[in-house]
């Protein structure tokens, strides 16, 4: 389905880190290279917010 998913390239390097990742993120299970993407996208999604709102709070005096 084209509305609900795109393709990414990336080298044989970095498809054999993903491979590596898949297999150490959660111990005993191994993740698609898809899930593995996503839940690395999500994490880094989750710090960058984490670094908007403390830069917000500096600029703000705290105030949100």
Known sequence: DITKYRNISVSRKVYADLEDISVAKIPG??????????????????????????KIKIRTNGKV
């Open 29 to 54: 299970v191994k993740l698609s290279i898809s899930k593995t993407v996503e839940t690395l996208a999500a994490k880094e999604k989750m710090a960058l917010s984490e670094k908007l709102s403390e």
